[in-house]
Nanobody, 121 residues
């Protein structure tokens, strides 16, 4: 089994910054793409940013220029640096990883439990 554990959420004032982390553990052969999603109250879960194993990144238009996704493959960790936060960024943030648990197995999607980010004065 594979576990993803997020950390780093909290309450921050508008214009502030937070850094989220997500560590993968368990029966891992290789981690392909990793991503951050978020879900605000009353809204559907949306993709925030993705990063490949080689470091290529993509961002939602709403966070381009403000958020930065990165990863440390040796630590099986993905990060989300969030700057210039606004109340519209308030949501539960979820880590996602595409993981193969064995070289003969197909990859599967795994999710963390989520971490709350609240932007408010």
């Amino acid at each position: 089994q594979v576990q993803l554990v997020e950390s780093g959420g909290g309450l921050v004032q508008p214009g502030g910054s937070l850094r989220l982390s997500c560590v993968a553990s368990g029966n891992i052969f290789v981690i392909h793409n990793m991503a951050w999603y978020r879900q605000a109250p009353g809204k559907e879960r949306e993709l925030v940013a993705t990063i490949t194993s080689g470091g290529s990144t993509n961002y939602a238009d709403s966070v381009k220029g403000r958020f930065t996704i990165s990863r440390d493959n040796a630590k099986k960790t993905v990060y989300l640096q969030m700057d210039s936060l606004s109340p519209e960024d308030t949501a539960v943030y979820y880590c996602n990883a595409d993981v193969r648990t064995h070289w003969t197995s197909p990859s599967n999607d795994y999710w963390g439990q989520g971490t709350q980010v609240t932007v408010s004065s």
